[in-house]
T-cell receptor, first 108, second 113 residues
């Protein structure tokens, strides 16, 4: 059974810092890993989808990588801004398994 | 192109009642999945519907049931509500059951008293 873990549960950084969020999964036989952003009480906003044939995806200041052999994905956020404050979740969408998220706070 | 829409946005029920939540999938999407998200946790998969048929189910009891209609909109029904059913219920649609990218609605916040 696929398990998805995100560590740390919470992270606080000063504005302008580059940061990395981590996502680990136990079964490396995956096809799709997706990163989401969730604001308090809201739905999930899709950020990036990485398919198994890809190693990474980029959108603006965001870059997500996938290493199936090590069971890890990372989300890199460049030049963080207070508007980036939210909870970031990863999911192995083949199995509909989500991590619990990392709550990011970017301080002005 | 309209995104995924859910209704109602908030509702309050009492223990033992029944509730129906609704979801309209994104245009062109034939697959809908439902999730329960408790505070501070990740979404938990309830079930998925593909072309009006259930196409996978998570670890939820039978009192959680669903439907998908010919226009691919969907309903989640929960009978005999329990206090622990209080959560944010999320609907996601995808282009096809084998297409990994999920698009979520804003959710329905259910409070059971």
């Amino acid at each position: 059974k696929q398990e998805v873990t995100q560590i740390p549960a919470a992270l606080s950084v000063p504005e302008g810092e580059n940061l990395v969020l981590n996502c680990s999964f136990t079964d490396s036989a995956i096809y799709n890993l997706q990163w989401f952003r969730q604001d308090p009480g809201k739905g999930l906003t899709s950020l990036l989808l990485i398919q198994s044939s890809q190693r990474e995806q980029t959108s603006g200041r965001l870059n997500a990588s996938l290493d199936k052999s090590s069971g890890r994905s990372t989300l890199y956020i460049a030049a963080s801004q207070p508007g980036d404050s939210a909870t970031y979740l990863c999911a192995v969408t083949d199995d509909m398994r989500f991590g619990a998220g990392t709550r990011l706070t970017v301080k002005p | 192109e309209t995104g995924v829409t859910q209704s109602p946005t908030h509702l309050i029920k009492t223990r033992g009642q029944q509730v129906t939540l609704r979801c309209s999938s994104q245009s062109g999407h034939n697959t809908v999945s439902w999730y329960q998200q408790a505070l501070g946790q990740g979404p938990q998969f309830i079930f998925q519907y593909y072309r009006e048929e259930e196409n996978g189910r998570g670890n939820f009891p039978p009192r959680f049931s669903g439907l998908q209609f010919p226009n691919y909109s969907s309903e989640l029904n929960v009978n005999a509500l329990e206090l622990d059913d209080s959560a944010l219920y999320l609907c996601a649609s995808s282009l096809d059951r084998n297409t990994g990218e999920l698009f979520f609605g804003e959710g329905s916040r259910l409070t059971v008293l």
